[in-house]
């Protein structure tokens, strides 16, 4: 049973620059929420995706985006990347519908993003 | 004031010793409320789901105080692999949409 996957591991990007994470769920699921997570700080949530669309978002500027794809996986779009974007981005995946849904969420292993 | 608060700790505890942990947040139209365990540099992995009634997992018990709007981890028996953070999560919507707010999390060190 696959778990949540993410990619890259790790990523440095320069100021300006822009950048796309993926995320591929855990298999079953059909849900997929990211999140920001600074150094020291709790993840903070930045949108969730369902049915291709987003259905939530958080306080995040325009600059971040997201898709999803028919197969469920996800990418997290940055554009003009600032110094105070780096944080560890973390991808989680859901069953909103059918049998077994559940609130509950599973996170994959993260993106660290190293701004400079 | 923060939408769910902790305290950052740390809690410094040895082996055998029972601790516990509070969270308490803002919203009371949150519905739904999760405890999530995270190693240093590693994601949150989910400990239990918080369930009105009070649940228990083996040495874990979460409850739900509604009326006070806070959630408490009981760890019975701490190990040292016990030690890592831990993050209260509460889920404020009330539709099939999640929004997850997490607290920044209490450390736990437990010692031999």
């Known amino acids: 049973d696959a778990g949540v996957t993410q990619s890259p591991t790790h990523l440095i990007k320069t100021r300006g620059q822009q950048v796309t994470l993926r995320c591929s769920p855990k298999s079953g699921h059909d849900t997929v929420s990211w999140y920001q997570q600074a150094l020291g700080q709790g993840p903070q949530f930045i949108f969730q995706?369902?049915?291709?669309?987003?259905?939530q978002r958080g306080n995040f500027p325009d600059r971040f985006s997201g898709h999803q794809f028919p197969n469920y996986s996800s990418e997290l779009n940055v554009n003009a990347l600032l110094l105070g974007d780096s944080a560890l981005y973390l991808c989680?995946?859901?069953?909103?519908?059918?049998?077994?849904?559940?609130?509950?969420?599973?996170f994959g292993p993260g993106t660290r993003l190293t701004v400079t | 004031r923060k939408e769910v608060e902790q305290d950052p700790g740390p809690f410094n505890v040895p082996e055998g010793a029972t601790v516990a942990f509070n969270c308490t947040y803002s919203?009371?139209?949150?519905?739904?409320f999760f405890w999530y365990r995270q190693d240093c540099r590693k994601e949150p992995k989910l400990l239990m789901s918080v369930y009105s009634s009070g649940n228990e997992d083996g040495r874990f018990t979460a409850q739900l105080n509604r009326a006070s709007q806070y959630i408490s981890l009981l760890i019975r028996d701490s190990k040292l692999s016990d030690s890592a953070t831990y993050l209260c999560v509460v889920n404020s919507m009330n539709t099939g949409f999640q929004k997850l707010v997490f607290g920044t999390g209490t450390r736990l060190l437990v010692s031999p």
């Open positions: 995706y369902y049915e291709e669309e987003e259905r």
């Open positions: 919203n009371s139209a949150s519905q739904s």
């Open positions: 989680a995946s859901s069953l909103l519908r059918g049998t077994g849904a559940s609130l509950e969420q599973y």
